[in-house]
Structure formats: structure tokens, C-alpha cells
């Protein structure tokens, strides 16, 4: 089964074209955007370095994750997902 734990939304990417493009994507160009998305090296090289930054933080036990390990104990990913979204 897959889990996914970060994906793009399209109304986020929507609201970032509007802002610095001028205007939304069409359906054609979110098609492409869909392609774009796992061939852009600046995006990938920046998620990946983004996704080996966040598991070092989280493996620190330090004491600053006790608050969220007390406060996501009991849940599922998909209750965390939902919750934060």
C-alpha cells in the first residue's frame, strides 16, 4: 500500500501560479505540471535535500519532539494528516 507523506496540492499550486505568474493553470498545463513535477532537478534536488533535513531533525532526542510524541501517540498517519491539514 502506498503512504504518501507529502504531496502537492493542486489549489497550492493553483494559488502560486496566480500570485507570480499572473494567472492559474489550465487543465493542459496542470497535466503538465503532473510531468514537470517529477522532472524538474531544482524541485527534486530541493525536496530531497528538505526530506533529509526533516528526518534528521526528527531523529533528535533531545527532548524537544516529547510534546508532539505525547500528542500523536495514539493516532494513525492519516488522523496526523488530517489534523495538521
Do not use: P
Amino acid at each position: 500500500m502506498l503512504k504518501i507523506i507529502y504531496a502537492v496540492d493542486k489549489d497550492f499550486l493553483q494559488d502560486l501560479s496566480e500570485a507570480n505568474c499572473g494567472r492559474e493553470l489550465t487543465n493542459k498545463e496542470l497535466k503538465r505540471a503532473y510531468v514537470e513535477l517529477f522532472q524538474n532537478e531544482n524541485l527534486f534536488d530541493g525536496v530531497y535535500g528538505g526530506l533529509i533535513s526533516v528526518s534528521r531533525e526528527v531523529m533528535k532526542n533531545d527532548g524537544s519532539w516529547d510534546e508532539v510524541d505525547k500528542m500523536y501517540k495514539n493516532k494513525t498517519l492519516n488522523e496526523i494528516y488530517k489534523e495538521i491539514n
